[in-house]
């Protein structure tokens, strides 16, 4: 500690007397507006140099913040961590759930804004029915009829240039929606019919939430002084959503398992953080993922080729039919690399630490920006190039690498075959094998992109949520030709990581003998 750079030391924006930082993000200016985070982390990184650290210092009401934009520096940090991870406070989270509502929540505090002994206890009662891998593929027969309807629900609302209209992403948010409530209330919402208000209430009020909590959580905390506008929108927002669930719950589904071992409470206040966090997210995933596989011909067409071959005819599919899809799950975990649905996760550490050569305070919020390490070359070679082969290093070591090599130049030809364009597969293929044999000498490191994040607290649905994702694309691209006609996407932190633009994908069946 002593050999260590002193915590003052550490680059980022200065404070002013009395205002701090927080006057940045109330002002809004660049690069400091909340729906464009991932200008203010990139802004951070130049700051923090070859020293890869930087920090937001003198946020009312909020400790510090550290940025180390370092892989190794974030596994250190990970596994120091003891058996109950801290996250920062969530101020406004906290104010409604043992403040403003506690009779509606008392003791127990959920899974979301919350640390310490209460989270772990909470934890401890749901974990063992959401984390164990059974318990996700047993959910696979109910999320697949979901997918089934989604897809006609897309059929039906494709325009007369088979483009999906403005609002594909709300439709995304009410497929999430109708999924979450298949497996964690084991009963379907009615989300995907053409006229559910209270599936539009539901999405909105969740949408009221997250839209608030930036301003809420890094402007000046005005809120807590007099009812600010984002406060009300905040409050009425969580509200309606409470309101809109309670009358959805029932006896079925995972938190009805939760339910008959802890109570009716822990099963409720469980369903309502499952729903609110569980839509947004894989929703963008979703979008994401469908648009860079838009984008990318060589890689849609590779994914075709395996669905092809592995998905069954004339049954619904099941958890052993997506263990045969290993380029599927390859395609999503590109797409969060390149575009998690969350900017960073974080810490608020529980003793003084030596972070990135510099000495970091008890207390101190550690913001690990995944977002950036994923798009960085020194983790991932041509780190915007769409390249899901990146992730399948495991397939190379069992079939060997030289052998890999050839099935990726077949695959090539193959592709070169439908698309009948001589020049532009081979440019594609010869640049995603280039890309491919770089990744493979550095190999990837472990902590670069963590979408779901790391350790206890990590996404606790992560597999439920995998699981939704692999069967909606796996359908959608088994069945289409999905092109994208408009100029690239621009994205905005709501706080998840959301495209700005209408998701206007154009669609033509396939003919499922090529």
């Known amino acids: 500690m002593t050999s260590a750079r002193c915590f003052a030391t550490i680059p980022g924006p200065r404070p002013l ?16 507006r909340t729906r464009n985070l991932d200008i203010t982390l990139w802004n951070l990184r130049a700051l923090a140099g070859a020293g890869g650290a930087a920090k937001v210092a003198k946020l009312f009401g909020h400790p510090d913040l550290v940025f180390p934009f370092c892989a190794e520096e974030t596994a250190k940090i990970y596994r120091r961590e003891d058996a109950m991870p801290y996250r920062a406070v969530a101020p406004c989270l906290r104010h409604y759930k043992q403040e403003l509502r506690k009779d509606f929540f008392g003791n127990e505090p959920g899974l979301i804004g919350v640390h310490g002994m209460p989270w772990s206890k909470f934890r401890s009662k749901v974990s063992k029915a959401l984390v164990a891998p059974e318990a996700a593929r047993a959910a696979v027969p109910s999320l697949d009829g979901v ?16 483009e999906m209209p403005n609002d594909f992403l709300m439709e995304l948010y009410k497929w999430a929606l109708e999924s979450v409530g298949a497996w964690a209330l084991g009963t379907r919402l009615g989300c995907l019919k053409e006229h559910d208000a209270d599936a539009k209430e539901i999405i909105k009020s969740i949408h009221g939430f997250f839209h608030s909590v930036p301003e809420l959580e890094l402007s000046a905390p005005l809120w807590r002084l007099y009812s600010t506008p984002a406060y009300k929108n905040y409050i009425n927002a969580l509200d309606s959503f409470r309101s809109l669930c309670l009358k959805r719950l029932t006896d079925k ?12 409470k822990v099963a409720t206040i469980l369903a ?7 839509v947004d997210t894989t929703a963008a995933a979703a979008a994401s993922t469908m648009y860079l ?6 890689a849609q067409q590779k994914l075709q080729k395996e669905l092809d071959e592995n998905l069954p005819v004339g049954r619904s599919l099941n958890s052993k039919d997506l263990d045969k899809l290993p380029y599927l799950r390859a395609c999503i975990k590109e797409a969060l690399r390149i575009k998690p649905v969350i900017l960073g996760n974080g810490r608020s550490i529980q003793s003084d630490a030596i972070i990135s050569g510099y000495q970091v305070p008890k207390g101190s919020h550690v913001v690990f920006p995944h977002y950036i390490m994923s798009n960085e070359e020194r983790y991932f070679p041509s ?15 069992v079939i060997g690498e030289e052998e890999f090599a050839k099935q ?11 698309r009948g364009k001589p020049n532009g597969p081979i440019c594609e293929h010869a640049k995603a094998l280039s890309v491919w044999s770089k990744q493979k000498e550095i190999g990837i490191h472990p902590f670069a992109s963590l979408p779901f994040g790391f350790g206890r607290r990590m996404c ?37 990581y959301v495209p700005n633009e209408p998701l206007k994908f154009t669609l033509h069946s396939r003919k499922q003998t090529d």
């Open 17 to 32: 007397p009395l205002l701090g930082n927080s006057w940045r993000f109330a002002i809004g200016q660049k690069p400091w």
């Open 293 to 298: 596989l838009a984008k990318n011909s060589r």
């Open 408 to 418: 990726f130049a077949k695959d090539c030809d193959h592709t070169m075959q439908i």
């Open 383 to 397: 780190p915007h190039e769409y390249v899901p082969e990146r992730w399948m290093r495991d397939n190379s070591n």
């Open 147 to 162: 997918a089934i309807d989604f897809l006609d629900r897309m059929e039906n609302i494709v325009d007369e240039n088979r």
């Open 253 to 264: 589904g995972v938190c009805a398992e939760i339910a008959k071992k802890s109570g009716e």
């Open 460 to 496: 606790i649905g992560k597999r439920f949520a995998e699981a939704e994702l692999q069967l909606l694309l796996a359908k959608v691209f088994y069945k289409y030709n999905v092109t994208w006609r408009h100029g690239e996407l621009t994205y905005s932190v709501t706080p998840t």
């Open 272 to 278: 309502l953080d499952l729903l609110l966090v569980g």
